[in-house]
């Protein structure tokens, strides 16, 4: 975000940080003095200054943060497969129909039926799945040193989540049931409409009553923080009156913000990490780049992209299903389509698509994070802070990986990446930022 400060105190800055000795910052052009004038010795070199960054990293760091996100790619694997197993044993082993008939047995109702099912579906599926669950959200973020909590308040995080979950895919479900039932053949593409509007309806309601959940929400009140966050959301049309910091250090201490929410529910939020850890400069920029998203439409873009990834899913599913009942529905005891005990040859068949298309879902993300790098850039016009951040971020991010490693697996660019931006960013604006300006022309 771009620094808001008084007329007193900013011409007072300048001329501290004008005339300090200390070394310049990486990549920083050498000046010399010609008759007044201020002028560059050599171009600013954005190479050497985005290595002069990661240098910053100690080695140790930098192999344990690289070890902890290559170790991601491996559990991206797991996660499929144990997804897919737990899937085939319900439809093998006819644990699916058991618990369709449990729920048809307690009510005649078919949307509440549903319902019953899913909440049967989820707890077991979250019981069976709980080893692999448990190890990568507390063992192994223990063993990074990246979690604060303990294990009871994990588990109260996993049981409010796990709620969370139930109730409104017990909402989802029934009513995509609901859809194949009184649709026909044309259920997926009635389908994939009410998914898309279900996910706009859950963004709309998660700052107010979901995040809540997790973290206490409170009203900043440091106005040196406050006042320039909210002069740039004004200054870019986001209707925003307070700036809420959030107790995300009872989880970890990763950096974060966000703004969030559609129409009414906007809120601009920042954790508490980000205030203690961070300097003036690095806050900027993290709320500039928050801001992007936001003035840049991407939660509506988010939606249009990825619900069309969810209409070819759809219609998949449709295929999909289909073809299996008709090979083995009958052993596997499942009526049809309309029959909710279908529900783990849905989420089988939907698992295998969404796997393949990682690499494609990972790219609409990371280039509206790289679009959000860019506008928090000229908004905040701080290069530095951006950089520094970065680096923050790189604590369990990968922060120099290859170019098809980052396709692949990288829904927001590398580190090396925003770096660069950023120090590209800088060159591009050292002749006339106030960031890096040297006047040429000094005023009497």
């Not at 989802?172 to 026909?184: D, I, T």
Request: proline share 6%.
């Amino acid at each position: 975000m771009r620094t808001i400060r008084s007329a007193i105190f900013l011409p007072m800055l300048l001329a501290i940080w004008l005339a300090s000795p200390a070394s310049p910052q990486p990549g920083a052009p050498d000046t010399t003095v010609q008759g007044g004038a201020a002028v560059s010795a050599r171009p600013f070199d954005i190479q050497a200054a985005v290595d002069a960054y990661l240098a910053k990293v100690p080695p140790q760091q930098r192999a344990r943060s690289d070890a902890y996100f290559e170790g991601g790619y491996w559990l991206l694997l797991w996660d499929f497969l144990s997804t897919m197993a737990v899937m085939w044993i319900l439809l093998r082993f006819r644990w699916s129909a058991r618990m369709r008939d449990l729920a048809e047995r307690i009510t005649r109702f078919r949307p509440l039926q549903t319902a019953i099912y899913w909440v049967q579906f989820v707890m077991l599926v979250s019981i069976i799945l709980f080893p692999l669950t448990a190890y990568e959200g507390f063992f192994r973020e223990h063993k990074y040193a990246l979690s604060n909590q303990t294990f009871g308040a994990w588990m109260r995080d996993q049981t409010i989540a796990l709620t969370v979950s139930t109730v409104l895919g017990a909402v989802l479900v029934a009513l995509l049931f609901g859809l194949v039932r009184q649709m026909g053949k044309n259920w997926w593409v009635w389908g994939a409409v009410v998914s898309v509007g279900f996910l706009a309806f859950v963004a709309l309601i998660a700052p107010v009553f979901i995040f809540p959940l997790f973290n206490k929400f409170t009203k900043l009140e440091d106005p040196r923080i406050k006042e320039p966050i909210l002069s740039m959301a004004r200054a870019n049309g986001i209707p925003a009156t307070e700036v809420y910091e959030f107790d995300a250090s009872r989880q970890s201490n990763r950096v974060s913000a966000n703004v969030s929410g559609l129409a009414g529910t906007t809120r601009v939020s920042l954790n508490d990490n980000l205030l203690k850890r961070c300097t003036l400069p690095e806050i900027q920029a993290t709320m500039g780049h928050e801001m992007g998203h936001y003035v840049l439409n991407h939660q509506f873009k988010g939606l249009v992209l990825n619900g069309i990834l969810v209409v070819i899913a759809f219609a998949f599913l449709n295929w999909g299903i289909a073809a299996s009942l008709a090979r083995w529905g009958e052993h596997w005891g499942v009526r049809g389509i309309t029959d909710v005990a279908v529900l783990p040859l849905a989420v089988l068949l939907l698992t295998g698509f969404l796997f393949v298309l990682t690499p494609l879902s990972n790219t609409i993300t990371r280039t509206m994070e790289y679009e959000a790098d860019i506008f928090g850039l000229n908004a905040s016009q701080q290069p530095d802070g951006e950089a520094e951040i970065d680096l923050k971020l790189g604590e369990y991010r990968k922060l120099d990986p290859g170019p098809l490693e980052e396709v692949v697996f990288y829904d927001h660019p590398s580190g090396r990446t925003r770096i660069t931006a950023a120090m590209r960013w800088k060159a591009e604006h050292l002749p006339t930022s106030s960031l890096g300006r040297v006047s040429t022309n000094p005023q009497p």
